[in-house]
């Protein structure tokens, strides 16, 4: 599981670099996320673009890395696709995440 | 009418390399993007269920059959694991199920119909099937 890290002023974007966050992948993703994220300050981008399966350990994941990060601390998910889009809808995650369509979009906002 | 059959060990690995075998099948090759995801979706929580539970952190074999007809995909899951606890009866995701886990069934009752589970013979059998053609429900 290869996650890649950027960090900017006020922001660190994490980038998933698999096709797959499923239960035999999520352990690795876990332990990549928390290393990438417990020390961010600001906001932390997660762009799932690579992703085009997610199944509810991978989402379960994703809810969890909120636990990582520091007090006030935010979440946010960018770049899904429209397989793990409509994971995040159908579980109605995706009204506790901000989501945004590119990771472009943001850093702009 | 397309059909195809895999029997492999429930853990997340081969549940993984079985779902990709089934991405390459002749039933998943004649469903649309939405339906095939919706299909790969359930049968992943439906075999990560297995694999977690059936054999009791174990091993052991699940067996999987795909049938396409009259415009759904049917699907039927054996294992010879302890017995199932039901998929239960609520009516689709608890949005406030934040703790990790528990997102699955309701994925499963969201996007399959006709779920019937039953003991025969020291197994369990799971059947359910998903729209396969745009008459369906949410794709």
Redesign the interface.
Known sequence: MQLSVMRETGVTVVRTEES?L????VLAFKDRLREAVQTAQGRVVLDLGSVN?L???G???V??ARKFLADGVALELAGLT??VE??FR????D??FTIHPRVEDALAG | MAFERARFVAD??A??AA?QRFEQGAVLASLG??HR??L??VL??VL?NV??HAYSGGSGPVTVSLRLCSGSAFARVVDRGVCAPPLGSGA??D?L????????T??IR??ASGIVQHRRIGCNVLQFRVAADNSGR?A
């Open positions: 797959r499923d239960a035999a992948g399966f199944d509810s350990s989402l379960g994941a809810v969890a429209p397989a409509r994971v159908l579980t109605r995650m009204s506790v | 997340p690995v549940v993984r779902l993007a939405d995801d919706c790969l979706l992943a929580e990560n694999a977690e689709g995701c949005p199920a934040l703790p990790e886990g528990g997102f699955g309701g994925l969201t996007l949410d």
